[in-house]
């Protein structure tokens, strides 16, 4: 499952950041990594990219880097 399969409102735990480069550096750089908590807020009108929250970070991500970020959902 990735952050691009979970709900509005949905809570879960990332697993693997399966980017490379400086997008991995620049996830890294804004706490953004495997065992982080990380929330979606919402889509955007025709879910070509997501707004997340991960440890107080708001951050956009398009559908494809979404897909690359491995997370299993809380309880």
């Known amino acids: 499952m990735n952050i691009y ?4 409102g949905e809570t879960a735990h990332i697993t693997a950041v399966n980017v490379a480069g400086s997008a ?3 996830l890294n750089s804004l ?4 065992g982080r908590q990380v929330t979606v ?3 955007s009108l025709f879910k070509s990219s997501v707004l997340i929250v991960c ?3 708001r951050l956009g991500l ?3 880097m979404a897909k ?3 997370v299993t959902p809380c309880e």
């Open 5 to 8: 399969d979970l709900k509005q």
């Open 24 to 26: 991995l550096t620049r």
């Open 31 to 34: 706490g953004i990594g495997a």
């Open 41 to 43: 807020i919402s889509f």
């Open 55 to 57: 440890g107080g970070v």
């Open 62 to 64: 398009r559908k494809a």
């Open 68 to 70: 690359n970020i491995e």
